[in-house]
């Protein structure tokens, strides 16, 4: 029971760092952005990559912060919508089991195929097509099924987590 609680302690912290460092990635979305201001008004010629480079800095971080912002509860779960129906504690525990179960359905669901696309795109050396600078895909679909893969381990530590609340093992 003992390493269930490790296991869920390092999956919290391998998201709480790893939102730690994509937080940073705001500062050269800002310089990118005002790089093109100044680039289009002042300039009068607009920067070719700046729009898919722009698209990539809030993207990542948005995906990638996804299963961190899920372990703090900063997002609608189901034991929010049945609130006021006053449940008992395992009632709502049981609820979060199940929200979690079909969070860990969906993320593994959907695991195989973006991976399965990102090796095409590989494999294919696809490029964008939004701009004149086409760089390559796959580096940024790969944020997808590592989405799917953090998100699928939060939510298995969230499902240990009800387990343990129902077993009586974890009061919280």
């Known amino acids: 029971m003992e390493n269930r609680g490790y296991l869920m302690r390092i999956v919290n912290s391998l998201n709480e760092r790893l939102e730690s460092i994509l937080m940073w990635l705001v500062y050269p ?29 809030f993207a990542v971080p948005f995906m990638l912060t996804v299963a961190h912002y899920y372990n703090k509860k900063a997002h609608i779960s189901a034991e929010d919508l ?25 993320a593994g669901f959907l695991f195989w195929p973006s991976l399965q696309a990102v090796l095409r795109s590989h494999a294919l050396q696809e490029l964008s097509g939004m701009t004149t600078w086409r760089p390559i895909l796959w580096p940024f679909r790969a944020v997808i099924p590592m989405t799917m893969l953090l998100l699928g381990a939060q939510a298995m530590a969230g499902v240990l987590k009800a387990v343990r609340r129902l077993r009586g093992v974890d009061p919280q």
Do not use: G
């Open 29 to 57: 979305l800002i310089v990118v952005m005002v790089a093109e201001i100044v680039a289009r008004y002042f300039f009068l010629s607009p920067i070719p990559w700046v729009r898919d480079v722009s698209i990539w800095l």
């Open 82 to 106: 049945v609130h006021f129906f006053r449940l008992t504690h395992s009632q709502r525990v049981t609820i979060d089991l199940i929200h979690h179960l079909i969070l860990l359905s969906v």
